[in-house]
C-alpha cells in the first residue's frame, strides 16, 4: 500500500512511535504475528552545514541546522545492526529546539563523509526524498517515516534540507543525551509456531525520552520577575516594545543602517532580527529587495531595532537575554543591552555583547570572544576600557544567556556581567564596574555613577551595520553580505 510520508510532533507512547506512526502496513491475515519488537540507533556521526561558510566545519555544534537561506543542512548516519526480520516501520527522530510551520525535508544521502571534516563543499550527494515538510512544534519530538531507506543492516545516512526559510535547529549527538536524535526500527515479528497459541504479551519495546523539563532562563530566588517576553506569538508585541524605524541616524554605529521593522519578526517562538544589503535605498521602500552580492552602483544596508515602551527595576535590578549571535560577517554590528531614562550626563548603557568584524581584536581574531561596554554621560562620551571578554567556546553557533545587574544601594555603585552556556550552566563573572573602573576613573564620579544606574532600565535589541574606520571592516568590503538573523528566545527584567 502507499505511504503518506512527513514530518509528525511525536508524544510519548508505550511502543516506540505508537502515537506518530504513519499507516499500518497491510499483513497477512492467514500469519499469527508477534508483537512489534523496535530496535533504536542513535548517529555515529551528524554535523550540519551551511551555505556562509562553505570551508568550515561544525562537527562539534550541539546543533543540527536546515534552512534554505542562508543555507543549512544537517547529515547523520546510522550504523544499522539486528535487522534480522523484514521492516515494520522505521522513523527518524530529533529534538526541535525552535518552531517552523514548514520543516524540513529528510532525503537519503552517500555515507562518504566524516563528522570531523563534513563542509558545506565537500557534502555528499543526496537521494530520493523520503519524506515532506509540515508545521514543527517548539521543543517537542518530530518523527519523519524513512521506511523507505531502510534496505538492511550496515551504514545510512539521512539527510535535513529545507525548502524555505523558516529554519529547523535539532539538538545534535553531541547535546543531551536524552534529547540526541534516534532512528527507531520496528521489526516485524517471526509468526509463532503454534497458529492454535495466543501471542504473547506485548513486550515493552522502550518509552522514548520525554520532553526535558523546562530550561527557560528566570528569576533569581529573593527577586520579583517585572518584565518578561518569550517571543511565543507570529509577530512582536508592539504593545511591550517599540519598533526603530530611522533612516540613517547619527552616531557611528547607525550611520550606514536603514533602520526597518520589515526587518524585525517573530517565528517559531523567537525574535528575529536581520541585517541586509540592497542595491536601491529600502528606507520607506518594502519593495527594496534584498541583495546579498555587493552592487553595480551604491550598496545600501538595512537592520532591525527595538527597546521596551517601559524601562524598570531602577536603582537595583538584573536583565537576561537567551539569544544566538550571528556567525561572523564583515561589517556586521548586532548587540543587546541596556539603557537607563536620563539623557544628560547621567546617561547610562550596559552593553551586555556586542560583536563586530575588527581588524585588530573582535570577531576577524576570535568568533568567540565579544566586548561588554559600559557608556556614562552626555552623548555615552565615556564608556570603560578593556571590554573584550572570553572566548567561549560555540559562541556564534548556539543559543547562549547574557546578563547584567545594577545595584545602586551599595557603596560604591557597582555593574556586573555575566555569561552562561545555556540556560542551566553555571554562571560565569565576566565584568564588575564601578565608577573607578578603567577608562571610567577620573572621568566618571561616583555620585554620577550611582545616580544614573539609580534610575529604571530598559532592554534593547538592534542589528545594525558599522562603516569602515580604523578598526572596523565595513560591509563594502564584503563580495557577499548575507549574515545570519540575530536570534533572541527570552528577554527578563528582574527587580
Known amino acids: 500500500m502507499s505511504r503518506a510520508l512527513s514530518w509528525r510532533p511525536c508524544a510519548v507512547c508505550v511502543l516506540a512511535f505508537a502515537a506518530c506512526a504513519s499507516p499500518e502496513v497491510e499483513g497477512d491475515s492467514d500469519v499469527l504475528w508477534d508483537a512489534l519488537s523496535a530496535l533504536t540507533f542513535t548517529p555515529v556521526a551528524d554535523a550540519e552545514v551551511q551555505a556562509g561558510a562553505p570551508d568550515r566545519n561544525f562537527g562539534a555544534s550541539l546543533e543540527l541546522g536546515a534552512d534554505q537561506s542562508p543555507a543549512r543542512q544537517a547529515y547523520l548516519r546510522f550504523d544499522l545492526t539486528g ?131 523546562a530550561t527557560g532562563i528566570s528569576c533569581p530566588a529573593g527577586s520579583s520577575e517585572v ?22 541616524g547619527g552616531g557611528t554605529f547607525t550611520q550606514l543602517t536603514k533602520m526597518r521593522a ?58 537576561v537575554f537567551h539569544a544566538k549571535m550571528p556567525a561572523p560577517v564583515r561589517g556586521m554590528f548586532p548587540a543587546l543591552w541596556a539603557r537607563n531614562e536620563h539623557g544628560d550626563q547621567y546617561y547610562g548603557e550596559l552593553d551586555l555583547i556586542e560583536t563586530w568584524w575588527d581588524v585588530g581584536k573582535g570577531t ?42 545594577w545595584d545602586s544601594t551599595v557603596s560604591p555603585a557597582v555593574a556586573r556581567y555575566y555569561y552562561r552556556d545555556a540556560p542551566g550552566a553555571a554562571r560565569v563573572l565576566t565584568r564588575t564596574v564601578t565608577s573607578s573602573s578603567p577608562g571610567f576613573a577620573g572621568k566618571i564620579p561616583e555620585q554620577q555613577f550611582a545616580t544614573a544606574l539609580t534610575d529604571a532600565w530598559r532592554p534593547y535589541v538592534d542589528f545594525a551595520v558599522q562603516p569602515d574606520s580604523v578598526w572596523h571592516v565595513g560591509p563594502d568590503s564584503a563580495a557577499t553580505y548575507d549574515p545570519e538573523d540575530l536570534e533572541v528566545e527570552s528577554v527578563i527584567v528582574c527587580r
Open 262 to 319: 520589515a526587518n524585525v519578526t517573530v517565528t517559531g517562538g523567537r525574535l528575529h532580527v536581520a541585517s541586509r544589503r540592497h542595491c536601491v535605498d529600502p528606507y520607506g521602500n518594502s519593495a527594496a529587495a534584498e541583495h546579498p552580492d555587493t552592487c553595480a552602483g551604491t550598496n545600501y544596508y538595512s537592520g532591525g531595532w527595538i527597546k521596551t515602551k517601559t524601562a524598570y527595576a531602577a536603582g537595583k535590578g538584573l536583565m
Open 83 to 213: 535487522l534480522s526480520r523484514p521492516v515494520k516501520r522505521a522513523q527518524l527522530r530529533c529534538y526541535a529546539l525552535n518552531g517552523s510551520v514548514n520543516g524540513p525535508n529528510v532525503y537519503g544521502a552517500g555515507n562518504g563523509w566524516a563528522e570531523s571534516t563534513l563542509t558545506y563543499r565537500n557534502r555528499p550527494a543526496t537521494g530520493a526524498r523520503l519524506a515532506g515538510s509540515v508545521v514543527v512544534a517548539y521543543k517537542q519530538w518530530l518523527a519523519a517515516d524513512v521506511t523507505a531507506a531502510i534496505t538492511g543492516n550496515g551504514a545510512l545516512t539521512l539527510a535535513l534540507i529545507a525548502d524555505s526559510t523558516d529554519s529547523v535547529i535539532c539538538s545534535s549527538r553531541e547535546g543531551t543525551a536524552a534529547l540526541r536524535p534516534q532512528l527507531v526500527v520496528e521489526l516485524q515479528a517471526a509468526p509463532a509456531v503454534d497458529a492454535g497459541t495466543p501471542p504473547p504479551p506485548v513486550v515493552d519495546a522502550g518509552t522514548p525520552p520525554p520532553p526535558p523539563p
Open 227 to 248: 518584565f518578561r517576553d518569550d517571543f511565543t506569538g507570529t509577530s512582536l508585541d508592539t504593545s511591550r516594545w517599540s519598533v526603530i524605524e530611522q533612516n540613517n
Open 364 to 405: 576577524a581574531a576570535d568568533p568567540n570572544v565579544y566586548s561588554s561596554t559600559t557608556h556614562m554621560g552626555a552623548g555615552a562620551a565615556v564608556h570603560t576600557s578593556n571590554n573584550q571578554v572570553g572566548p567561549f567556546a560555540n559562541l556564534p553557533s548556539r543559543f547562549h544567556v547574557w546578563e547584567v545587574e
